[in-house]
């Protein structure tokens, strides 16, 4: 139901543990950032939204992708929003900032797999790209990428009459140390 105003639901009150050489999806928030959601929590038009900044590294010799998952389920295991994978330039970053903010609406709720949610977002960093094997475009400003640049879907479906937990997760294309992230801040905000 909804209560009228905007309220935090979860937070990083540390920065989260520091990823490289890692392609599977790992989670970037430290454990206590990670949002258990009762069945009361859930209602069609609930709206969410995701904020999330830290610092990115990647290297030049292998462009890599790196791919952010809102997560839902009893262990985050269902990838209820992605940002599709996001392009890192041909420029060495050591450590520069990124920043992705997603909003997120539910669609249906039930058992099963009937549940779902609307969603779509920014990336924001100058170690991303919109296309291509390029540099930086320092002298234009940091690309803002739309998140997934696809057409909108619903994510996958999730049981929304059990315990979820709402989880932040990142992949990357290339195992190397050099291709690293950590989350630095985040929030989970219930805009209703």
């Not at 609307?118 to 320092?138: C, I, K």
């Not at 990357?172 to 992230?181: E, L, P």
Request: net charge negative.
């Amino acid at each position: 139901m909804p209560k009228g105003y905007s309220a935090v639901l979860a937070s990083a009150r540390t920065a989260g543990t520091a990823r490289n050489t890692f392609t599977a999806a790992v989670t970037l928030l430290p454990d206590h950032a990670r949002c258990p959601m009762t069945p009361y929590d859930w209602f069609e038009g609930r709206v969410l939204r995701v904020m999330a900044a830290g610092s990115i590294s990647n290297l030049v010799t292998t462009q890599p992708t790196f791919t952010f998952e809102f997560r839902l389920g009893p262990t985050a295991n269902i990838v209820a929003f992605t940002t599709g994978a996001n392009l890192t330039s041909a420029t060495v970053h050591t450590n520069v900032p990124w920043w992705l903010d997603i909003l997120l609406t539910v669609r249906a709720v039930g058992s099963g797999t009937a549940a779902n949610i609307m969603g779509q977002g920014l990336v924001t960093s100058r170690a991303f790209l919109d296309a291509g094997t390029g540099g930086d475009l320092t002298t234009l400003g940091h690309a803002s990428l739309l998140a997934p640049e696809t057409a909108p879907a619903v994510g996958t479906g999730f049981d929304s009459t059990v315990v979820n937990v709402a989880d932040l997760l990142v992949s990357c294309s290339a195992s190397n140390v050099g291709n690293a992230i950590q989350l630095h801040q985040y929030i989970l905000e219930d805009l209703n």
